[in-house]
């Protein structure tokens, strides 16, 4: 157990829809960031949030949106899918920046857009 | 940004046998991680390793930051080693990955 943890670890929707993706970092860990792995697209960061506040974004749709909340956990929300996004999404978590230890990462959600 | 390149793309290996994979970046960094992916898609944090060797059981691996490079060796392989492996940097503040290598470990 790495001590990240996501919920759902499986979700299959229908394009249209909408999810809520959960991540609840280490303890003591103030950054979260999340990542979506496509099998055309390897790993690609998609933003992180520090302590509550959106820190850095990456290759994010519109569509995609996240937020933490004060309890440090955070979720990401991903509507209008479309079969293109189905994918693995992983959150990581780490006290700041790289911290002594890294980034470690959460189990993943794998989700399904049929 | 920051270009992450992996060598080689897939490797072969009959159980037993050492490995090294290689991991090349184009820009100085803060911090370098090696990940294993297993067959159920997990990412396994294996090395924090922004510069120097570390060795964990069969698996070790050395940065040389320098010369902006990274290697990870397996020895005496096993099928449980079979997964693809990450290198992953961080430029700024945020993991790049690079490709990865897909490993096969026959038994």
Redesign the interface.
């Known amino acids: 157990d790495?001590g990240v943890t996501q919920t759902p670890k499986h979700l299959i929707t229908a394009t249209g829809q909408r999810v809520t993706l959960r991540c609840s970092p280490r303890s003591g860990d103030l950054s979260v960031?999340w990542?979506q792995q496509s099998l055309d697209q390897?790993?690609q960061?998609l933003i992180?949030y520090y302590n509550g506040e959106e820190?850095?974004k990456?290759n994010i749709l519109e569509r995609f949106s996240a937020q933490q909340f004060p309890d440090l956990h955070s979720e990401l929300n991903l509507s209008s899918l479309e079969l293109g996004d189905s994918a693995?999404y992983?959150c990581?978590s780490s006290v700041g920046?790289?911290g002594?230890?890294?980034?470690?990462?959460g189990?993943?959600t794998?989700l399904t857009v049929v | 940004g920051i270009q992450v390149e992996q060598s080689p793309p897939d490797l072969i290996l009959q159980e037993g046998a050492n490995s090294t994979l290689r991991c090349n970046f184009s820009d100085s960094v803060?911090?370098l991680?090696w990940?294993h992916q297993n067959p159920w898609?997990?990412?396994i944090?294996l090395f924090?390793i922004?510069s120097g060797t570390k060795q964990n059981g069969r698996l070790s691996a050395t940065t040389v930051a320098t010369e902006r490079y990274s290697l990870l060796y397996i020895s005496s392989s096993q099928t449980t080693d079979s997964g693809v492996y990450?290198c992953?940097v961080?430029p700024?503040?945020?993991?790049?990955?690079g490709?990865?290598t897909r490993v096969l470990v026959k038994p």
């Open positions: 790495s960031y990542y390897g790993l960061f992180q820190r850095a990456g693995l992983f990581a920046g790289p002594k230890e890294g980034y470690t990462f189990s993943g794998r | 803060n911090n991680q990940f898609g997990q990412l944090n924090y922004p990450f992953a961080v700024g503040n945020k993991l790049t990955f490709g990865g």
